[in-house]
């Protein structure tokens, strides 16, 4: 059974880009969330998505967006880079209706310069 | 405001030294208390969910309990590949859907 694929694994982009980040839920999995990883913060929770509608969101700027596919696949977007926003993204799935513990994949690490 | 503690930060235990590390929350109901271990570059991965006070989950040299207002995950004899960071997760009553209050780890290295 293939696990959560998350695209790129990293990237380095320049202050002021635009980047697009790629999540493949587990086959079956409706509900996709993403976070974001830093060493000083922490896993922070960004926002959900449940059959294509986001369900919640975290207390990030609205640079941050998502949105997710028919087929459960998900993207996360970040306009206007800052440096902070380098960190480890990572995307979780779980099946949505039960309190199934979420699926993580190994993340795409993001390098603002 | 719900809030998730870990401690220690770190722990350095040797190979067979048993040991337990702590999450203190405060929220406003739980609908879920998650344990995870992450290893260096790669995404969390999933250990115990506890649901209710006094509920208690192994799996091989791990135990996890919980309290109304903390969780302990006991690590028995460990071995040096149990070093990982463990994370403790809560999903409260206020977080509609699946959104879940990270703490911010117990980094645990395990030495020969």
């Known amino acids: 059974k293939a696990g959560v694929t998350q695209t790129p694994r990293y990237l380095i982009k320049t202050r002021g880009q635009q980047v697009t980040l790629s999540c493949s839920p587990i086959?079956?999995?409706?509900?996709v969330s993403w976070y974001q990883q830093t060493p000083g913060q922490g896993l922070q929770f960004l926002f959900e998505?449940?059959?294509?509608?986001?369900?919640n969101k975290g207390n990030f700027p609205g640079r941050f967006s998502g949105r997710q596919f028919s087929n459960s696949r998900s993207e996360m977007n970040v306009s206007t880079l800052e440096l902070g926003d380098s960190a480890l993204y990572l995307c979780?799935?779980?099946?949505?209706?039960?309190?199934?513990?979420?699926?993580f994949g190994s993340g795409t690490r993001l390098t603002v310069v | 405001e719900d809030q998730v503690t870990q401690s220690p930060e770190a722990l350095r235990l040797q190979e067979g030294e048993s040991s337990s590390l702590n999450c203190s929350y405060t929220?406003?109901?739980?609908?879920?208390l998650f344990w995870y271990r992450q290893d260096p570059g790669k995404g969390p991965e999933f250990l115990f969910t506890?649901?209710?006070a006094g509920e208690e989950k192994e799996k091989e040299r791990l135990k996890a309990t919980l309290t109304k207002k903390e969780s302990f995950l006991h690590i028995t004899a460990p071995k040096p590949e149990d070093s990982a960071t463990y994370l403790c997760?809560?999903?409260?009553?206020?977080?509609?859907?699946?959104?879940?209050?990270f703490g911010k780890g117990t980094s645990l290295l395990v030495t020969p």
């Open positions: 979780a799935s779980s099946p949505g209706t039960s309190n199934y513990g979420y699926t």
């Open positions: 086959s079956g999995h409706r509900s």
């Open positions: 998505y449940f059959s294509e509608t986001q369900r």
């Open positions: 929220v406003s109901g739980l609908r879920g």
């Open positions: 506890l649901y209710s």
């Open positions: 997760a809560v999903r409260p009553l206020s977080n509609s859907g699946y959104a879940l209050n």
